[in-house]
């Protein structure tokens, strides 16, 4: 059993930074892989950035390539999302997830947190 729970949210200007956190309970965390989620108002929940359970391998939606950074530290039970030269089209909850099968979706994975809202103003 994981439970995730998602920090560092909050309203940033156009160009600004935050750096999202999910911790982590669970003995097996380090065997997860991990990812972001994002869903804007009135829109569907979409992928953003995965990581590989031992860190080797992140992938990225192509929008935030360049701009976000995502890393885990299994020693910590969290990861992280490191995002900069936010742009309001950023604007959107964020969900980290955890699936042992590195085969989540924007609607399936083994265990979801509740979000934490990012707002980027113009």
């Known amino acids: 059993q994981v439970q995730l729970v998602e920090s560092g949210g909050g309203l940033v200007q156009a160009g600004g930074s935050l750096r999202l956190s999910c911790a982590a309970s669970?003995?097996?965390?380090?065997?997860?892989?991990m990812y972001w989620f994002r869903q804007a108002p009135g829109k569907e929940r979409e992928f953003v950035a995965a990581?590989?359970?031992?860190?080797?391998?992140?992938y990225y939606k192509d929008s935030v390539k360049g701009r976000f950074s995502i890393s885990r530290d299994n020693a910590k039970n969290t990861v992280n999302l490191q995002m900069n030269s936010l742009k309001p089209e950023d604007t959107a909850v964020y969900y980290c997830?955890?699936?042992?099968?590195?085969?989540?979706?924007?609607?399936?994975?083994?265990?979801w947190g509740q979000g934490t809202q990012v707002t980027v103003s113009s």
């Open positions: 990581i590989s359970w031992n860190g080797g391998n992140t």
């Open positions: 997830a955890a699936d042992f099968s590195f085969r989540a979706t924007s609607t399936r994975a083994d265990y």
């Open positions: 669970g003995r097996t965390f380090s065997r997860y892989a």
